[in-house]
């Protein structure tokens, strides 16, 4: 029997390369995240140090506040849009596992199928030449009792 080969190994190759991409993906995407969060950490930080000054002019501690809070404003709008990346980035990354998963399970059956038709195949061989060699046993046996016979007539007379 031929040896195993799996019919969608390319397949296979292209999912696992999908789900390489996915994964590379979704880490980019977490970076991002991390990143965005700490703008946004960050823009607080600022936000609450300038309303918290004092000793400025009202209107220079006001245009300050408002750049402030809409830079906040901006950078929590960054964040979750950050985050909706690596939710769908995780989504990817679940259908493109899930697909390589099918496929690999699938190999596996496949894989112990043909094993098992191997050693069904191995069996049936042996089987043919145990019943080969017994029947060329049996034959050599029955021409050895017919010599044997021969010699014990040829004896009698």
Do not use: C
Request: aromatic content about 4%; glycine content about 4%.
């Amino acid at each position: 029997m031929k040896r195993y080969q799996f019919n969608l190994e390319t397949v296979l190759r292209a999912r696992r390369a999908q789900e390489s991409v996915a994964r590379a993906d979704l880490q980019r995407a977490n970076l991002l995240a991390a990143a965005a969060e700490v703008a946004s950490q960050n823009s607080r930080e600022h936000y609450e140090e300038v309303v918290g000054s004092v000793g400025t002019p009202f209107m220079q501690h006001q245009e300050r506040s408002e750049l402030a809070a809409k830079a906040l404003l901006g950078s929590e709008d960054s964040t979750t849009e950050a985050k909706a990346v690596v939710e769908k980035a995780l989504r990817d990354y679940v259908a493109a596992a899930q697909a390589v998963s099918v496929l690999d399970h699938l190999d596996e059956r496949r894989r112990e199928e043909h094993a098992i038709a191997v050693a069904h195949q191995d069996a049936t061989l042996l089987d043919e030449l145990a019943m080969a060699r017994h029947n060329r046993t049996r034959a050599q046996a029955k021409r050895g009792a017919e010599e044997k016979r021969a010699e014990e007539k040829r004896g009698w007379q």
